[in-house]
């Protein structure tokens, strides 16, 4: 079965600069990789994916991850923070592959602050 | 527009007392799933379902049932509601292909407090 790990439950910056979320999984299987954000009130809402292919995805607002199969990373980042990237960051893996999968596993989740 | 609708957004109720959220998705999807969302747990699944008439349990499906009588729906009943089952509820859906599932979409969410 697949996991996920999210280091740091709360993560602050100051506008402009640069935010580092950090997502581990465990797969034993090539994994699908998403980041999602949630803002205060709403839904999740999908911000980049990696399936298969270039490793380094980029995503809405700015944002991009690279999948990192020897350090089974798919860290999130952004060179400059912006006052609406407020929100909370949820990692989550899927399993790829020739069969239906059922089992999307999300992390923890991250808060974001960002500081004027 | 393509969307899942979750109803209600909002929820109190008593201890016991049965009660239905519901789901719909329009993008014609196969796959459907439950997740709770609860502080430093992140989300987890408490039921899915693959395609109509097809359901299977998740991590924490105690104290739930689900149907799939159709394919854009996808209730969430809680039959006897507890205090512990307060917490933010999530329906999500997703196209299921030969090569695992792509991104899910999310509902807005139904916060449920039980007293």
């Known amino acids: 079965a697949q996991s996920v790990t999210q280091l740091g439950s709360h993560v602050s910056v100051s506008e402009g600069a640069l935010v580092l979320l950090r997502c581990n999984y465990s797969?034993?299987?090539?994994?699908?990789l998403f980041w999602y954000v949630q803002y205060p009130n709403q839904g999740l809402q999908l911000l980049l994916k990696?399936?298969?292919?270039?490793?380094l995805v980029k995503g809405i607002n700015g944002f991009e991850a690279e999948f990192k199969k020897s350090e089974t990373s798919f860290h999130l980042t952004k060179p400059s923070a912006h006052m609406s990237d407020a929100a909370e960051y949820f990692c989550?893996?899927?399993?790829?592959?020739?069969?239906?999968?059922?089992?999307?596993?999300f992390g923890a989740g991250t808060r974001l602050t960002v500081k004027p | 527009e393509a969307q899942v609708t979750q109803n209600p957004r909002y929820l109190i109720t008593v201890t016991g007392k049965k009660l239905t959220v519901t789901c719909s998705q329009n993008?014609?999807?196969?796959?459907m799933s439950w997740y709770r969302q609860d502080p430093g747990l992140g989300l987890r699944q408490i039921y899915y379902?693959?395609?109509?008439?097809?359901?299977d349990k998740g991590d924490v499906p105690e104290g739930y049932k689900v149907s799939r009588k159709e394919k854009r729906n996808f209730p969430l009943i809680l039959e006897s509601p507890s205090p512990n089952q307060t917490s933010l509820y999530f329906c999500?859906?997703?196209?299921?292909?030969?090569?695992?599932?792509?991104?899910?979409?999310f509902g807005q969410g139904t916060r449920l407090t039980v007293v």
């Open positions: 999500a859906s997703s196209l299921s292909t030969g090569y695992g599932n792509t991104e899910a979409f």
């Open positions: 797969s034993s299987v090539p994994p699908y």
């Open positions: 990696y399936t298969t292919g270039a490793t």
């Open positions: 989550a893996v899927t399993r790829a592959g020739l069969y239906n999968n059922n089992d999307m596993r």
């Open positions: 993008m014609n999807h196969e796959y």
């Open positions: 379902s693959m395609n109509v008439e097809v359901t």
